[in-house]
């Protein structure tokens, strides 16, 4: 079975600054992918970042990139240049290539961007 | 864009009731699935509908019951109610599976807050 740790239940960051998320997972699979999600106070569930396991490159989209380390099974992410709006809380998901269905979510983590 | 519409937004239903709760999906997404989050919870996979077969099923309780219809929305059936079921619901649909190849990863909905009384 698979599982996602978040190992950050709350974070927080001064506004223009970077910080990083962490996610960690446990797979016997070896064609997956990865994704972060974020929940604003909202409460949509909205698409970050998205990572193929068999692409080395990290994933990169605007401001959001990753660190994604295959052997040690590791998934973090990077905001920089945090805005207000980064507000929320952020969910590492886990999702087997060929699966339809089955996103593994971590317990997330609550970030908070201070002005 | 079209996004994926969930109705009732808010639903408040006392003990033993029965809920109902709806799922329209972006257009031409043919696969939809259910979440429940309970409070302070992450997201927990329910169930899924390709095609409007079931495709996937996850820790869906035997009290509720879901289905795809021909406009490819779902419903999600909801008998004898406990507290425990207060949470939020999500619905997700996803690109035809031929696409699969290019994960965009879902497109959920804004979620139908269940409380039960």
């Known amino acids: 079975a698979q599982t996602v740790t978040q190992s950050q239940p709350e974070m927080s960051v001064q506004e223009a600054e970077t910080v990083t998320l962490s996610c960690t997972y446990d797979?016997?699979?070896?064609?997956?992918?990865l994704f972060w999600y974020k929940q604003p106070p909202s409460r949509q569930m909205i698409l970050v970042i998205r990572?193929?396991?068999?692409?080395?490159q990290n994933a990169t989209e605007n401001r959001f990139s990753v660190n994604f380390q295959k052997a040690a099974k590791s998934f973090s992410l990077k905001i920089s240049d945090s805005q207000l709006g980064d507000t929320a809380m952020y969910f590492c998901?886990?999702?087997?290539?060929?699966?339809?269905?089955?996103?593994?979510f971590g317990k997330g983590t609550k970030l908070s961007v201070k002005p | 864009a079209a996004g994926v519409i969930q109705s009732p937004r808010h639903l408040i239903k006392e003990k033993r009731e029965t809920a109902t709760l709806k799922c329209y999906p972006i257009?031409?997404?043919?696969?939809v699935y259910w979440y429940q989050q309970g409070p302070g919870q992450d997201p927990q996979f329910l169930i899924s509908?390709?095609?409007?077969?079931?495709?996937d099923k996850g820790s869906i309780p035997d009290r509720f019951s879901a289905q795809q219809f021909s406009d490819y929305h779902s419903e999600l059936n909801m008998s004898s109610l406990e507290l425990g079921d207060s949470a939020l619901y999500f619905c997700?649909?996803?690109?035809?599976?031929?696409?699969?190849?290019?994960?965009?990863?879902?497109?959920f909905g804004s979620g139908t807050r269940l409380t039960v009384v």
């Open positions: 797979t016997s699979e070896s064609n997956y992918y």
């Open positions: 998901a886990f999702m087997k290539r060929g699966s339809q269905g089955n996103l593994i």
């Open positions: 509908f390709y095609e409007k077969m079931q495709s």
């Open positions: 257009p031409r997404h043919d696969t």
């Open positions: 997700a649909s996803s690109f035809p599976r031929m696409l699969q190849g290019r994960v965009d990863g879902y497109t």
């Open positions: 990572q193929e396991a068999y692409k080395q």
